[in-house]
Nanobody, 125 residues
Framework: QVQLVESGGGLVQTGGSLSLSCATS????????IAWFRQAPGKEREGVSC????????SYADSVKGRFTISRDNAQNTVSLQMNNLKPGDTAVYYC??????????????????WGQGTQVTVSS
């Protein structure tokens, strides 16, 4: 049974930090690109960051570059997202997702076969 379980969300003030984790099981982790998406109320789900299944190359949305850092541990089948200098605009439910694609990270949500249940991140002003 495939599982992706996010943790680490919460309430933080502007300028604060949070570290999200995604624990996975039930699929061959190192074959998959792993991404974090987020969805704010009334908005579409958007890609935040991704780490690929090859050399571990990373991608970031422009809105989080320089503030967020993604990393993966293929031995533990986990992915982390370190979020620094958080802003109210970062408030959303954050999801991790797995894409079996062979050509690096991509932002097409339909490419992602497996999704977690999400974790809420709230940044107060």
């Amino acid at each position: 049974q495939v599982q992706l379980v996010e943790s680490g969300g919460g309430l933080v003030q502007t300028g604060g930090s949070l570290s999200l984790s995604c624990a996975t099981s039930g699929f061959t982790f190192h074959y998959y690109n792993i991404a974090w998406f987020r969805q704010a109320p009334g908005k579409e789900r958007e890609g935040v960051s991704c780490v690929d299944n090859g050399d571990g190359s990373t991608s970031y949305a422009d809105s989080v570059k320089g503030r967020f850092t993604i990393s993966r541990d293929n031995a533990q089948n986990t992915v982390s997202l370190q979020m620094n200098n958080l802003k109210p605009g970062d408030t959303a439910v954050y999801y991790c997702a797995a894409d079996p694609g062979s050509y690096g990270c991509r932002w097409d949500i339909h490419a992602y076969h497996y999704w977690g249940q999400g974790t809420q991140v709230t940044v107060s002003s």
